[in-house]
């Protein structure tokens, strides 16, 4: 699906890589082999395997005790390689590999009650808050969006984080 860029810090893909429509996979209950999810404390920790994960020693998503569920930074990464692409594309990866760490917790879209999305220019601000309004008009979180001088890789123009709450009858 993706070429790998000579100067992507983690296999990334190529400027001209395309995604579609945006990758949103569906939320899984469960994690698989190699990503598990720990718990210590009553405080619960989801590894999906993302190359960063292990590199800089952070959880993909945390579930404190009470049902708060925080998630960390998301960018355009499918399959461990940087997806480059249109804005809107990048945020609609970017929202599904949240997504998938929410999954992983029993999770989804309609738990998350705040986002936020760092943007590394000003002219992208409409195609990422379409993409935010697809996937979130009927949920209605709480949204922060911020212009950023970069991310990790400059193939990468927004990154997202996510928090959801599990709510008492769940």
Do not use: K
Not at 29 to 35: D, H, L, Q, S, V
Not at 55 to 81: I, K, M, N, Q, W
Not at 104 to 124: F, K, P, Q
Request: proline share 6%; net charge negative.
């Amino acid at each position: 699906m993706t070429d790998s860029a000579p100067d992507a810090p983690f296999g990334g893909a190529s400027p001209d890589a395309s995604v579609g429509d945006g990758y949103v996979p569906a939320d899984t209950a469960g994690a698989p082999a190699g990503a598990p999810v720990t718990s210590v404390g009553g405080v619960r920790r989801v590894q999906t395997g993302a190359p960063w994960e292990d590199r800089f020693g952070y959880a993909r998503a945390v579930e404190l005790p009470g049902g708060l569920v925080l998630v960390a930074g998301c960018t355009s990464v499918v399959d461990g390689a940087i997806v480059a692409g249109s804005p809107y594309e990048q945020t609609r990866n970017a929202f599904g590999a949240a997504f998938d760490g929410l999954g992983r917790l029993g999770l989804g879209r309609e738990d998350v009650v705040r986002t936020r999305m760092y943007v590394t220019h000003a002219r992208d601000v409409e195609d990422v808050g379409r993409a935010h309004r697809e996937l979130f008009d009927d949920v209605r979180p709480v949204a922060t969006m911020v212009i950023v001088s970069g991310l990790v890789d400059p193939s990468l123009v927004v990154e997202v984080e996510v928090e959801a709450y599990r709510g008492g009858d769940r």
